[in-house]
C-alpha cells in the first residue's frame, strides 16, 4: 500500500530531507538502517517516487518520528518551501512547454535567487491564464475596442494619412482601386502575391517574411472573403507597424486597423467622401450605390460608411451584422442605440429584438431587395437600411441605421414600415407565450450549438484559431 494519494510527493520528500539532516544522517546510514537503497531513498526525497505505507513506517522509526511527521501538509522551513513550490512550477505543462531545462535547487542556490525564479513563474502562470481565460477575455477586449471607436467616431486619420501616402506612391489619382493599382502597392512595398491551392485552412493568407512572398488562396472572387481586401489587409499590418499580438486586445485592435486600411485603398477617402456628398444633396445616400461604386462588398461599403458618415457629414450611425437566428456577430454605435450586451458590456452573441430591421428582414417577401424600416424604441426611433448575404454558415444581414432626424438625407427614408420594440423588457419578445410556457415548461431539452473558436485560448506570439504547424510546414514546402 502505498501514500495517500492527497499527500503531496514533493513535500513529503523535503520533510524526510529536513528530519534526516536534523539528525545528521546520510542517505546511506537512512538506507542502511531501512533496508532500502539510497539511490531509492534520494528518489522519494525528490519527489519522483510514491513511498510504500511499509517504507514510510521504517524511514520514521528510523528518524525517531510519527510518520504523521512525514505526511503533514506543511513544509518544514521557508526555504523548502521555495524549493517545493519550484518545482511544482517546473512540473507545469507550460514550463514543460518551453523547453528549458530544469533548475535543481541545491544549498548552492542563494535563496534570493530561488525566490526570483518563482517570481518569474508566477508571473509566466498570470500571463498564460490571462492569454487563456477565453471568451471573457476577448469579450471584454472587444468592448472596450468598441467604446475606443465610438469616441473616434470610428474614423481613424492616420490610418486614412497612411492609405492616401501608398495610393500616392502608386499615382493613384481616380475612383476605385484597381486589381493593377494592388499589384503596383504590394511591389511599391516590397512584396510579390503567389495563389496556391494549398494555403493551410485556418488562415487567409500566409507571409514569407524572407522572402516577401504574400501567398493567397485560388478561390473564386465570390466566395468568402474579397481576395483583394485581404491582400491589403495583410499589407496593413506591415504598412502600420504591427508586430505579434500580445494578447487579444491587440489582435483585435490589429485587425480592426488592417480592414481600415484596406477599405481605405479599396474606397479612398477622397472620392468616396465626393460621391457620399453628391448623394447627400439628392437626399439619396444608399449602400447599394457605395458598393456598386467601388465595386465592394456590401458589408466593407457598410463599414466604409461608417468611417465616413459622422467626421464628414454629422450623421450618427449604428452597424450591426445578425445572424438568421438572431446572434450579433459584429456591431458598432455612435448613435446612442442600446444594443443587446451581458453584464460585461459584450454584445457578439446577444439576440437582437425580433422587432428590429436586422430580425425582420427575414420575414420579409423578398428579403434580399432594398429594405427599410422605422423603429420605435425605449431610446427614440431609427431608420434602417438593410441587406442579406448568404455565406456558408448561413445569412447574415448586415444593417446601417441612424435616428429618426437623420433618416431624410437617405434613400428609403420615407418608407412606412414600422415597427416598436420595448427591449430589453423581457415582454416585448424575450418571454415566450404564456400558453406555450405552460405546455412545454419542464418538458424540453435543447442542446446549444457552441461555436469552438469562441474557446480558443491565444498562445503567446501566434493568433487564435490558426495552426502554426500548418503554416510552418506550408511555408516550408513553398520554400524548398
Given at each position: 500500500m502505498t501514500a495517500s494519494p492527497d499527500v503531496d510527493l514533493v513535500t513529503l520528500g523535503q520533510r524526510l530531507r529536513h528530519l534526516r539532516r536534523a539528525k545528521n544522517?546520510?542517505?546511506?546510514?537512512?538506507?542502511?538502517?531501512?533496508?532500502?537503497?539510497?539511490?531509492?531513498?534520494?528518489?522519494?526525497?525528490?519527489?519522483?517516487?510514491?513511498?510504500?505505507?511499509?517504507?514510510?513506517?521504517?524511514?520514521?522509526?528510523?528518524?525517531?518520528?510519527?510518520?504523521?511527521?512525514?505526511?503533514?501538509?506543511?513544509?518544514?522551513?521557508?526555504?523548502?518551501?521555495?524549493?517545493?513550490?519550484?518545482?511544482?512550477?517546473?512540473?507545469?505543462?507550460?514550463?514543460?512547454?518551453?523547453?528549458?531545462?530544469?533548475?535543481?535547487?541545491?544549498?548552492?542556490?542563494?535563496?534570493?535567487?530561488?525566490?526570483?525564479l518563482i517570481g518569474l513563474h508566477r508571473e509566466l502562470g498570470r500571463l498564460l491564464r490571462e492569454q487563456s481565460a477565453t471568451p471573457e477575455v476577448a469579450r471584454r477586449a472587444n468592448q472596450q475596442l468598441r467604446e475606443q471607436m465610438r469616441e473616434r467616431d470610428n474614423y481613424f486619420a492616420d490610418i486614412e494619412q497612411a492609405a492616401a501616402t501608398v495610393l500616392q506612391s502608386v499615382k493613384h489619382t481616380t475612383g476605385p482601386l484597381s486589381q493593377r493599382g494592388i499589384l503596383d502597392i504590394a511591389a511599391h512595398l516590397g512584396?510579390?502575391?503567389?495563389?496556391?491551392?494549398?494555403?493551410?485552412?485556418?488562415?487567409?493568407?500566409?507571409?514569407?517574411?524572407?522572402?516577401?512572398?504574400?501567398?493567397?488562396?485560388?478561390?473564386?472572387?465570390?466566395?468568402?472573403?474579397?481576395?483583394?481586401?485581404?491582400?491589403?489587409?495583410?499589407?496593413?499590418?506591415?504598412?502600420?507597424?504591427?508586430?505579434?499580438?500580445?494578447?487579444?486586445?491587440?489582435?483585435?485592435?490589429?485587425?480592426?486597423?488592417?480592414?481600415?486600411?484596406?477599405?481605405?485603398?479599396?474606397?479612398?477617402?477622397?472620392?468616396?467622401?465626393?460621391?457620399?456628398?453628391?448623394?447627400r444633396a439628392d437626399r439619396a445616400l444608399a449602400i447599394d450605390d457605395?458598393?456598386?461604386?467601388?465595386?465592394?462588398?456590401?458589408?466593407?461599403?457598410?463599414?466604409?460608411?461608417?468611417?465616413?458618415?459622422?467626421?464628414?457629414?454629422?450623421?450618427?450611425?449604428?452597424?450591426?451584422?445578425?445572424?438568421?437566428?438572431?446572434?450579433?456577430?459584429?456591431?458598432?454605435?455612435?448613435?446612442?442605440?442600446?444594443?443587446?450586451?451581458?453584464?460585461?458590456?459584450?454584445?457578439?452573441?446577444?439576440?437582437?429584438?425580433?422587432?428590429?430591421?436586422?430580425?425582420?428582414?427575414?420575414?420579409?417577401?423578398?428579403?434580399?431587395?432594398?429594405?427599410?424600416?422605422?423603429?420605435?424604441?425605449v431610446g427614440g426611433t431609427y431608420w434602417c437600411t438593410v441587406h442579406v448575404e448568404s455565406t456558408r454558415s448561413g445569412e447574415f444581414s448586415v444593417t446601417v441605421g441612424t435616428p429618426y432626424e437623420h433618416a431624410r438625407w437617405f434613400r428609403g427614408g420615407d418608407t412606412t414600415r414600422r415597427t416598436v420594440s420595448r427591449c430589453p423588457d423581457p415582454s416585448c419578445c424575450r418571454r415566450p407565450p404564456a400558453g406555450l410556457v405552460d405546455r412545454w415548461s419542464g418538458q424540453s431539452w435543447p442542446s446549444a450549438r457552441v461555436h469552438s473558436h469562441l474557446l480558443a485560448a491565444l498562445p503567446p506570439g501566434t493568433f487564435p484559431g490558426v495552426d502554426a504547424q500548418d503554416v510552418y510546414e506550408f511555408l516550408e514546402r513553398r520554400a524548398t
Open positions: 544522517m546520510t542517505l546511506e546510514q537512512l538506507s542502511a538502517v531501512v533496508g532500502r537503497a539510497p539511490s531509492q531513498l534520494s528518489l522519494i526525497e525528490n519527489g519522483k517516487r510514491e513511498p510504500k505505507i511499509g517504507v514510510l513506517q521504517a524511514i520514521a522509526g528510523a528518524l525517531g518520528v510519527q510518520m504523521q511527521d512525514l505526511l503533514r501538509p506543511e513544509a518544514p522551513s521557508r526555504r523548502a518551501k521555495l524549493e517545493i513550490d519550484l518545482a511544482h512550477f517546473q512540473r507545469e505543462p507550460a514550463y514543460a512547454a518551453l523547453g528549458l531545462p530544469v533548475v535543481r535547487p541545491g544549498r548552492r542556490l542563494p535563496s534570493d535567487a530561488l525566490e526570483s512584396f510579390t502575391l503567389h495563389y496556391v491551392p494549398d494555403l493551410p485552412g485556418s488562415t487567409r493568407s500566409v507571409t514569407d517574411l524572407r522572402h516577401n512572398r504574400i501567398y493567397l488562396p485560388q478561390v473564386a472572387s465570390n466566395k468568402g472573403h474579397d481576395p483583394r481586401a485581404v491582400v491589403l489587409q495583410t499589407l496593413g499590418h506591415f504598412v502600420l507597424g504591427h508586430n505579434d499580438p500580445a494578447d487579444y486586445g491587440d489582435f483585435l485592435r490589429q485587425r480592426v486597423e488592417a480592414n481600415y486600411f484596406a477599405a481605405a485603398l479599396l474606397m479612398p477617402e477622397k472620392f468616396a467622401v465626393q460621391f457620399l456628398r453628391a448623394a457605395l458598393r456598386d461604386a467601388f465595386g465592394v462588398s456590401y458589408e466593407t461599403a457598410a463599414h466604409r460608411f461608417t468611417n465616413l458618415a459622422t467626421h464628414h457629414f454629422g450623421i450618427p450611425v449604428h452597424f450591426v451584422r445578425v445572424h438568421e437566428s438572431g446572434t450579433v456577430y459584429k456591431a458598432y454605435e455612435n448613435d446612442n442605440v442600446r444594443f443587446p450586451a451581458d453584464v460585461t458590456g459584450a454584445i457578439e452573441g446577444q439576440p437582437v429584438c425580433r422587432h428590429w430591421a436586422s430580425r425582420t428582414v427575414f420575414q420579409a417577401t423578398d428579403p434580399y431587395s432594398s429594405f427599410y424600416q422605422f423603429t420605435d424604441t
